[in-house]
């Protein structure tokens, strides 16, 4: 998957599959997981967040399956 390097103090970069709904992030200690069934609206919401941390912490952790890749 293809990811976007983002500015942010503990994520390197953010990849989204819209086929599979997949949200890909990797921190910035090189740890990469998978987020399942992430509607795409979320993702661009992400993206587009002052703080993509505070987003991740607030609308996709504890809300979407995951899985460290």
């Not at 599979?20 to 509607?39: K, M």
């Amino acid at each position: 998957m293809q990811r976007t390097t983002v500015s942010s103090s503990n994520i390197n970069s953010i990849g989204y599959d819209q086929i599979s709904h997949t949200l890909e992030v990797e921190f910035s200690d090189g740890a990469i997981y998978h987020y399942f069934e992430v509607p795409k609206i979320k993702y661009d919401s992400l993206m587009q967040a002052n703080s993509h941390g505070e987003y991740l912490a607030a609308n996709i952790k504890g809300v979407y399956k995951y899985k460290k890749v």
